[in-house]
């Protein structure tokens, strides 16, 4: 077998496990609130899950570049992503457990989930050699989407005030890093 065959028939299982305990109902449920994304108003709780498996996926992805980079410069940064979104993941969950919410999942969570599961496969295909830039690429990108979700959608429609700040600390984060990954991308292009 060939070893782009292997890496495929890697990602596939791995998106397959990953994916398909989120599949089942929610499909239809989430093809639904996409359609109507609009119409769909969200509440703390469906906020906390989009927040959750925001933050899952940025932590799977650095996790990933630690093992894969190439560069020192790449795995500092990696590492720096790592600790620093472990901790608003558990800083954000004593939040939402103070305001009494359970996450609940909706398209929106799961979307990013399927986003960040894109990046992860798109690292796991790069070549070896162009790994760093890939993941300081998707790392930005991803990471301006979510801060620009924060922005537009999830801060707005926050009911607690604790919520909606911690909200507004992480979406000015998310942006520094997005500032960290393109400033380390053009060094590294030099």
Known sequence: MSMLRK???IVATLMFAT???LVG??????SVEEDSAAAVELDDARIARVVTAA???IIFNSKYAQRHARSQQVVDYANQLLRENQRMAEEFALVVKRA???PEESALSILCRIAGLRNLAALHLSKPEKFDQTFLSQSAKFEKRVALLLQE???PESQHQSIRTYLESMQSELLG???QANQLK?????
């Open 177 to 179: 890093f997005v500032d």
């Open 19 to 21: 994916v398909s305990p």
């Open 25 to 30: 109902s929610y499909v239809a449920r989430a």
């Open 186 to 190: 053009a060094e590294l292009s030099n």
């Open 153 to 155: 959608r999830l801060i």
């Open 7 to 9: 890496r495929s028939a």
């Open 55 to 57: 933050t899952d996926q």
């Open 100 to 102: 009494g919410l359970k």
